[in-house]
């Protein structure tokens, strides 16, 4: 099966510009994206629901706020798709899980909000894999989402509906979250951009916790323009957030074209094991890079190695306290039972998925008398050494390099009855959201069969405008056939 | 494990869960030999204090619409299975 | 027979007096239609997100300033268990970083019982058991109303210095005046502001080491608290004289029938799996916050009623306890009515009697005794003392005055309580004399004791208009005659 290139929706700006100007409705460019979906629903399955009502109500009120002669935001008619875990008020949100399903929350996610007032016009709600715990949108309770370079394989995960919404062009943008590669994973798989921001950078608040301390909402785009873009409309302080920094939304539009020319890049050698397709990418970016006049040496930092059992420490133990609340007393599923705590057990036990009873298990292990320290104490620890880590090796360089992923987009059901397997495509992605740090994918190549390869740009805290310029040069040298929006 | 996570799991899923967390603990089993003597924790990965808000009322949700979403409700109430245990 | 040590630990929730919950926007407020001050996130909704209420923070502060501990750097964890009225099925609070540690409280009688600490929580929403009389095991099912759940609570945890009921009680009962008199707190036992948990042991007097405790729960009002350490007590030393042990246990006090009963034995105890809440950032007692903290914080109970006491004079015979004081300045301070009294003095009114008419009658209505005049009061009682004004008719021109205000000697006049004309007066002592020929010739004989009854006769003729002094007077003027 092979993808085509899709037809350019122009970038975010360009199409806020036809709208503010009246050149173009807001409608009119929601009905080009409700029309791809029509004709491409059906074979990817990016949504759990497709809010047409509310999106042309939305549509109409950008249109009306341009003929009013007011502005209506740098995002003016802009479709977006919105990972199923950001609460949208008065519509569904179900985290791909059967035991929200049919819940509508009485608030928007301070994103949502965001971009509503950038004028961006929500078209639904993307797929993933349930509570985002997985790497394959293959954890969902509604059924797979399917990769558009090929609809034998997975988009990645657990972001996989916005990323396969932004892929197959049905969006210009989409909203998803990380926590240990969520948004970079599946960017990387579907051949777009992903990024990642600083924790604190962007409003935790209407985010259904899966990891609080590691969870962050970024964009999905198909170009780093774009995803800066979005980046600046949705970031910045949130008082509802007590973990929201208290600080302006980075600028970085305006020194995204600044070049490479004297910064000083590390290419994490850990990472690149030999025969990967995934690491010859890295050392061809690395290349480029250097041709750009920036300064390229390789950098190992073995603690990193650290970060994918740490996480699997820590991310569960944090979930299975985050997810105690899904007890059928409040809002959601209840399957009944003679007393309250058999209610409670019987919801949960049919309500959960497997991958999420695994997790809630495992972090329900970790944090128990006697095992804390072993496990949950020594996590946070080894936490430290991953930060102490980068702190060194920022020392030396601007920004870090790795693969996004170990390797390209897989077949369904190859790693789904193997956990381990499954946790191993964060490898690369986990170490920078322990830190915090921001980190950002970008579609490099294509390997021999036309599959997609993400470049993994990591930066320290709030380095996020050094690191999209290095994204920008990298996607400068990247072949335009690397990267979507495609037509499966 | 189950009982404390309050997950009723047939047979069937009990074994095959433990085959698999008996795996990931295993895989995980680096951090638990690492060698921490003087190493702090980190919780949070940035060093911010009081974050605070001021103490000012905001409007509270429509009762109605908040139990409109409620498995049951009654005289403006959730109801729940009768508790068999008090609250520790 | 081996004679035993009672050794109690007392832990008190007190709910903090903000506007709003500790977490969120919501109205902290007792008695509301349920399920009316929620919102995403006291009600546990996925994506909301705590954020710390900074009145909280300094009411807490002031409590740990008041009870002598040591502000510190603090965190809040997640204590995990599943339970109905815990929106998100764990409770944010501070475990092992406390705000507040080491202090200590003194009682009246002088003896001191440590604070371990004093930390932040919040509360949990409340249950209402249909069916079964409203217990909860027989009850058919229940009913949840989230208002409580997020309202701010500091848990002030004692040591196990605490050696009797009775000081268990005393404990409890200066705790609560200090919270009232910081303003942190209204200190509402019946409404639940206030509750208790007691950890009650016994051991053999010359034992250093502590027997095994149970902690008892659903101690409701000072008496139920001093009934179920008694109870408790001598259940326990029953227990260990039969020659069976104490297991550690949670039990309920049944008010009902008076007892404790077990509720949950040490086996199934809870594993809260404690972790740091990574929703929230640390608390550190900088200068601004305490500096908030303190801000309009008077004197503590202790140094109120040692103020009060010395009106009365060193050494009092009045004084009922160690401390020096007499219930009268207890219950004044307590009620906040000790300024009340102090302005009265200072216009002139005498001290024992202003005490008194505090303590007793404006008592009765502490909320207006508050915004009473202390020059009119002073008044009043100035009245009193002259004999312009009788007790009874005292006590009636109080009432009018703390009811509308107002002058208290044309209070008196309105009410016809001009003085008793001597000549009415004497009319009424002569005829309790006639009337009374045998209790006449007694007190005429020397008997003191029937002066009270001649006295009463004259009152209850006079309807209590007679002043007492002058009446006395008239009997031992005719006495000597
Ligand atoms: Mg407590
Ligand atoms: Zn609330």
């Known amino acids: 099966m092979t993808a085509t290139p899709a037809p350019e929706l122009g970038s975010l700006a360009a199409i806020a510009a036809c709208v503010r100007t009246g050149e173009r409705s807001a409608r009119a460019v929601l009905a080009t994206s409700l029309e791809r979906v029509r004709e491409l629903e059906g074979d990817l399955h990016c949504f759990n629901e497709v809010t047409i009502e509310a999106a042309e109500a939305d549509a109409d009120a950008v249109d009306r706020i341009v ?17 199923d875990n950001l609460c949208t008020v008065g519509i569904p949100t179900t985290c791909s899980s059967k035991i929200l399903a049919g819940w509508l929350p009485p608030y928007d996610a301070t994103v949502v909000s965001r971009l509503r007032d950038a004028g961006a016009v929500a078209i639904g709600k993307t797929n993933l894999d349930e509570f985002a715990m997985g790497s394959s949108t293959e954890n969902s309770a509604f059924g797979p989402t399917r990769n558009p370079w090929d609809l034998g394989r997975v988009p990645g995960g657990s972001s996989g509906g916005s990323a396969a919404a932004v892929a197959s062009g049905i969006v210009p943008l989409a909203l998803g979250s990380d926590t240990g590669g969520s948004i970079r994973q599946p960017a990387a798989l579907c051949g777009i951009v992903g990024v990642k921001p600083t924790y604190g950078v962007v409003s935790r608040y209407g985010l259904i916790a899966f990891a609080s301390s590691l969870d962050q909402i970024g964009p999905f785009a198909t170009t780093v323009a774009d995803a800066a873009l979005a980046l600046e409309v949705i970031a910045g302080h949130d008082p509802m957030d007590s973990t929201s920094l208290d ?20 290419v994490v050698a850990d990472f690149l094991s030999e025969e990967s397709e995934c690491g010859d990418a890295v050392v061809s970016a690395a290349e480029a890079l250097a041709a750009a006049g920036a300064k390229v040496d390789e950098v190992r930092i073995p603690e990193l190695l650290l970060g994918l059992p740490a996480y699997y420490v820590i991310a569960p133990a944090e979930a299975s306290s985050n997810l105690s609340r899904y007890d059928g007393v409040r809002y959601g599923l209840r399957v009944d039972g003679p007393d309250a705590e058999t209610m409670n057990a019987r919801t949960r036990g049919e309500g959960f998925g497997p991958e999420v009873k695994r997790r809630i298990m495992m972090g329900t292990y970790a944090l128990s008398a006697g095992y804390y320290d072993a496990y949950y104490g020594q996590a946070q620890k080894a936490r430290t050494l991953v930060i102490r880590a980068f702190e060194a090796a920022y020392q030396d360089f601007d920004v870090l390099l790795t693969p996004t992923t170990p390797s390209v987009a897989f077949p369904f059901g190859s790693k789904v009855d193997d956990p381990i397997e499954m946790y191993m495509c964060d490898l690369c992605s986990i170490p920078s959201s322990l830190a915090g740090h921001p980190a950002a994918s970008v579609p490099f190549a294509l390997n021999p069969e036309g599959l997609p390869i993400g470049v993994q740009v990591l930066a320290p805290a709030l380095g996020e405008a050094v690191m999209m310029r290095v994204a920008a040069s990298l996607e400068a040298s990247a072949p335009r056939s690397a990267r979507g929006p495609v037509t499966p | 494990m ?18 698999q967390l008996s795996a990931i603990l295993e895989h995980v089993d680096a951090v638990r030999r690492l060698d921490t003597a003087d190493v702090p924790p980190t919780a949070h990965p940035f060093p911010v204090e009081n974050v605070l808000r001021s103490d000012i009322e905001r409007p509270s949700l429509d009762r109605d619409s908040v139990l409109s979403q409620a498995p049951v409700a009654e005289s403006g109430r959730f109801r729940v299975p009768r508790i068999m245990g008090e609250a520790p | 027979m081996t004679e035993y040590e009672t050794v109690v630990g007392l832990e008190v929730h007190c709910e903090l007096s903000t506007t709003t919950k500790l977490f969120c926007g919501c109205r902290n407020a007792f008695g509301d239609e349920p399920n009316t001050n929620i919102c995403p996130v006291c009600l546990g909704l996925p994506g909301s997100l705590p954020v710390i209420n900074r009145r909280a923070v300094e009411l807490a502060l002031r409590i740990g300033a008041a009870l002598n501990c040591t502000a510190r750097r603090s965190i809040f964890h997640r204590k995990n268990y599943f339970y109905p009225d815990m929106p998100k099925d764990y409770q944010i609070s501070q475990y092992d970083e406390p705000i507040n540690v080491d202090g200590w409280l003194e009682l009246p009688d002088g003896s001191r019982v440590g604070i371990e600490r004093a930390h932040m929580e919040e509360d949990t929403g409340k249950t209402t058991h249909v069916g079964g009389g409203g217990r909860i095991h027989e009850a058919s099912y229940s009913l949840v109303d989230y208002n409580r759940a997020g309202v701010p609570l500091v848990e002030i945890v004692s040591r196990p210095d605490v050696r009797s009921a009775a000081q268990a009680r005393a404990y409890v009962d200066e705790l609560r005046s200090i919270l009232v008199a910081t303003g942190a707190s209204d200190g509402r036992m019946e409404e639940g502001s206030l509750r208790v948990d007691a950890n009650i042991s016994v051991r053999p007097v010359v034992s250093a080491e502590f027997g095994t405790r149970c902690e008892v729960k659903n101690l409701n009002s000072l008496r139920s608290l001093e009934r179920a350490v008694e109870y408790e007590v001598e259940r326990q030393i029953a227990l260990i004289e039969s020659g069976g042990s104490v297991s550690q246990e949670t039990r309920h006090w049944d008010e009902g029938d008076s007892s404790t009963h077990s509720m949950r034995s040490k086996e199934e105890a809870n594993d809260y799996r404690y972790f740091p809440e990574p929703d929230l950032t640390p608390l550190v007692p900088d200068a601004a916050l305490l500096a908030a903290a303190g801000e309009g914080v008077g004197a503590m109970p202790a140094e109120r009623r040692h103020r009060l006491s010395s009106l009365l004079g060193a050494g009092s015979d009045l004084a009922t306890r160690t401390d020096g004081s007499t219930d009268q300045v207890v219950t004044v301070v307590d009620l906040g009515l000790d300024e009340l009294v102090h302005g009265a003095v200072a216009a002139g009114a005498d001290p024992r009697l202003a005490l008194a008419r505090a303590a007793n009658e404006a008592a009765a209505n502490p909320d207006a005794a508050r915004l009473l005049d202390p020059v009119a009061f002073a008044g009043l009682v100035k009245m009193e003392s002259s004999g312009r004004l009788s007790a009874t008719q005292s006590k009636e021109v109080l009432a009018e005055l703390m009811a509308n205000g107002g002058d208290p000697a044309q209070i008196a006049g309105r009410l016809g309580y001009e003085q008793m004309d001597t000549a009415s007066l004497d009319a009424i002592v002569d005829g309790v004399i006639v009337a009374n020929p045998l209790e006449w010739k007694r007190y005429r004989e020397g008997d003191d004791k029937v002066a009270q009854f001649l006295l009463g006769q004259v009152m209850k003729s006079s309807k209590g208009r007679a002043n007492g002094k002058l009446v006395a007077q008239a009997f031992a003027s005719r006495r000597e005659a």
């Open chain 1, 67 to 83: 003929r009013s002669g007011l502005d209506p935001g740098p995002l003016a008619g802009v479709p977006v798709a919105l990972k």
């Open chain 1, 247 to 266: 600080r302006p939304a980075p600028s970085l539009l305006a020194t995204l074209h600044d070049g490479v020319s004297g910064l000083r890049i590390g």
């Open chain 2, 2 to 19: 189950a009982r404390l996570a309050r997950l009723a799991l047939d047979d069937d899923e009990v074994g095959r869960y433990a085959v």
